[in-house]
């Protein structure tokens, strides 16, 4: 490819570490795609003849169904899939093939090749979480009046519903596609005609290409448009947000599934057993999707600690953005599946949950609330009264909804019957009815809204 300059073929270990067609033959599909795009734009300008240009888009073609039938012959010596591409070219119409090259350099090639995957990438993993999320508010519909408790510190803090509960994974899903969709907007400008970096004295028309491959308009310098990989940082940034959710929700999942929890049974399909314990049921796919978050953030620092020290505009160390990217995107849609399958697989021991939501006197806060609401006490005072209930209730060995009236009485004397609507589980969940409570009721407002958005 530089031969006209060099006089020696590389040595084997510069060979070695040059070569990245292994990774990047992943951008062989928009390799195709900007070929077109460019090649198309030639013919248009009539920087390339009709013959040549038809001979270059026909061998394209033939590239293509090779890559699709699994017999394109890939090959170390062409050093990527640029050139892999230009070779095979070049055997299958001559000369030609070598006007393809006008005005493009392999830098705005392979910017646009990976801006183009990054771009695809997004969209799949949009469509994916809004899969997960369809999945979360189906369970949330069956189980809207299903009691279990809420925590804080991981200790029960007041009784919420298992619908409520899987919502909130569905909103924070939704900011992780919003922010897939924010980083597809400012990826979406195209490189191509930014050529090595300076531009091209050729009449190009880039308006023409970006438009033909889908962005919205070129990139406005040339020197950004070689050297840019923040849409790439930014894609990681997200794919590293949403790992974080997942994660967190198979933490759950983990331990909701233990026999001190006992909240949710995972059939066989998504566990496993031990090799040397008979009776463990693990919850592996969950701790996988745990574990995967890992591999996102690495990758987040890996292009990072790349990029830091670049001058503009492109440098041989930018050959190693692609491997992260794909790492990262095929970690969190593998995720995102995994955790889609564990969504409609989960199997809550609705019993077990009602009996665990008035655990720790939960409805504590509820006693609180009704004081200042029945009897007119200041907050502070109430709450005063109701930890000096919930001492003499832990002291007795009960319940708060099964102290004595006479108890509570001792307490605060105004205390009256009343008092007792509000200390079960149930009427403490019921009566969060405020907008995003975790009232049945308004659960199922939310199961609608999100029901309505996912559709539209």
């Given at each position: 490819?530089?031969?006209?300059?060099?006089?020696?073929?590389?040595?084997?270990?510069?060979?070695?570490?040059?070569?990245?067609?292994?990774?990047?033959?992943?951008?062989?599909?928009?390799?195709?795609?900007?070929?077109?795009?460019?090649?198309?734009?030639?013919?248009?300008?009539?920087?390339?003849?009709?013959?040549?240009?038809?001979?270059?888009?026909?061998?394209?073609?033939?590239?293509?169904?090779?890559?699709?039938?699994?017999?394109?012959?890939?090959?170390?010596?062409?050093?990527?899939?640029?050139?892999?591409?230009?070779?095979?070219?070049?055997?299958?119409?001559?000369?030609?093939?070598?006007?393809?090259?006008?005005?493009?350099?392999?830098?705005?090639?392979?910017?646009?090749?990976?801006?183009?995957?990054?771009?695809?990438?997004?969209?799949?993993?949009?469509?994916?979480?809004?899969?997960?999320?369809?999945?979360?508010?189906?369970?949330?519909?069956?189980?809207?009046?299903?009691?279990?408790?809420?925590?804080?510190?991981?200790?029960?803090?007041?009784?919420?519903?298992?619908?409520?509960?899987?919502?909130?994974?569905?909103?924070?899903?939704?900011?992780?596609?919003?922010?897939?969709?924010?980083?597809?907007?400012?990826?979406?400008?195209?490189?191509?005609?930014?050529?090595?970096?300076?531009?091209?004295?050729?009449?190009?028309?880039?308006?023409?290409?970006?438009?033909?491959?889908?962005?919205?308009?070129?990139?406005?310098?040339?020197?950004?448009?070689?050297?840019?990989?923040?849409?790439?940082?930014?894609?990681?940034?997200?794919?590293?947000?949403?790992?974080?959710?997942?994660?967190?929700?198979?933490?759950?999942?983990?331990?909701?599934?233990?026999?001190?929890?006992?909240?949710?049974?995972?059939?066989d399909a998504f566990s496993?057993?031990?090799?040397?314990?008979?009776?463990?049921?693990?919850?592996?796919?969950?701790?996988l999707v745990r574990g995967?978050?890992?591999?996102?953030?690495?990758?987040?620092?890996?292009?990072?600690?790349?990029?830091?020290?670049?001058?503009?505009?492109?440098?041989?160390?930018?050959?190693?953005?692609?491997?992260?990217?794909?790492?990262?995107?095929?970690?969190?849609?593998?995720?995102?599946?995994?955790?889609?399958?564990?969504?409609?697989?989960?199997?809550?021991?609705?019993?077990?949950?009602?009996?665990?939501?008035?655990?720790?006197?939960?409805?504590?806060?509820?006693?609180?609330?009704?004081?200042?609401?029945?009897?007119?006490?200041?907050f502070r005072e109430a709450?005063?009264?109701?930890?000096?209930?919930?001492?003499?209730?832990?002291?007795?060995?009960?319940?708060?909804?099964?102290?004595?009236?006479?108890?509570?009485?001792?307490?605060?004397?105004?205390?009256?019957?009343?008092?007792?609507?509000?200390?079960?589980?149930?009427?403490?969940?019921?009566?969060?009815?405020?907008?995003?409570?975790?009232?049945?009721?308004?659960?199922?407002?939310?199961?609608?809204?999100?029901?309505?958005?996912?559709?539209?």
């Amino acid at each position: 490819m530089w031969g006209g300059r060099f006089a020696a073929r590389p040595d084997s270990l510069m060979q070695a570490i040059n070569v990245s067609v292994h990774v990047d033959k992943r951008l062989a599909a928009q390799d195709l795609a900007g070929s077109r795009a460019h090649a198309g734009m030639l013919l248009a300008q009539g920087i390339v003849s009709a013959d040549d240009g038809a001979a270059i888009l026909g061998g394209l073609a033939t590239i293509e169904r090779e890559i699709a039938a699994g017999v394109f012959p890939w090959r170390p010596e062409f050093e990527d899939v640029h050139m892999n591409v230009e070779a095979r070219l070049s055997e299958l119409i001559g000369p030609a093939a070598g006007r393809l090259h006008t005005a493009r350099s392999r830098n705005d090639q392979v910017a646009a090749d990976f801006r183009l995957w990054v771009r695809e990438a997004c969209d799949r993993t949009i469509d994916q979480i809004e899969t997960v999320q369809r999945a979360l508010l189906t369970q949330a519909e069956a189980h809207a009046d299903t009691l279990m408790p809420g925590f804080t510190h991981l200790q029960p803090a007041q009784p919420v519903t298992f619908g409520h509960h899987l919502l909130a994974y569905v909103e924070m899903l939704n900011r992780d596609a919003g922010r897939f969709a924010d980083a597809r907007i400012r990826l979406n400008e195209c490189p191509l005609g930014a050529a090595a970096l300076a531009g091209s004295p050729f009449p190009i028309d880039r308006h023409a290409v970006a438009e033909a491959l889908g962005f919205d308009e070129p990139c406005a310098n040339s020197l950004d448009a070689v050297s840019a990989r923040d849409f790439a940082l930014e894609a990681l940034a997200a794919t590293t947000v949403c790992g974080t959710h997942l994660s967190r929700l198979a933490e759950e999942i983990v331990l909701w599934s233990t026999p001190q929890f006992g909240f949710v049974r995972l059939s066989d399909a998504f566990s496993t057993g031990s090799s040397i314990m008979p009776q463990k049921r693990n919850p592996d796919a969950a701790e996988l999707v745990r574990g995967k978050v890992g591999r996102m953030l690495g990758a987040f620092t890996a292009l990072a600690m790349v990029m830091k020290g670049l001058p503009l505009a492109y440098s041989k160390d930018m050959q190693e953005d692609k491997p992260p990217v794909f790492d990262a995107f095929d970690a969190l849609e593998l995720s995102l599946a995994a955790m889609t399958g564990m969504v409609a697989d989960l199997a809550p021991d609705v019993e077990r949950m009602a009996a665990a939501a008035g655990a720790g006197y939960s409805t504590a806060t509820d006693l609180a609330d009704w004081l200042v609401r029945e009897l007119g006490l200041p907050f502070r005072e109430a709450h005063h009264v109701t930890g000096a209930a919930v001492k003499r209730a832990e002291a007795l060995g009960l319940g708060l909804d099964a102290l004595a009236l006479e108890e509570l009485r001792a307490l605060e004397p105004r205390v009256h019957p009343g008092v007792y609507e509000v200390l079960s589980p149930r009427a403490s969940a019921e009566s969060r009815r405020s907008y995003g409570g975790t009232a049945p009721e308004q659960v199922r407002v939310q199961i609608a809204r999100w029901k309505e958005r996912l559709q539209s």
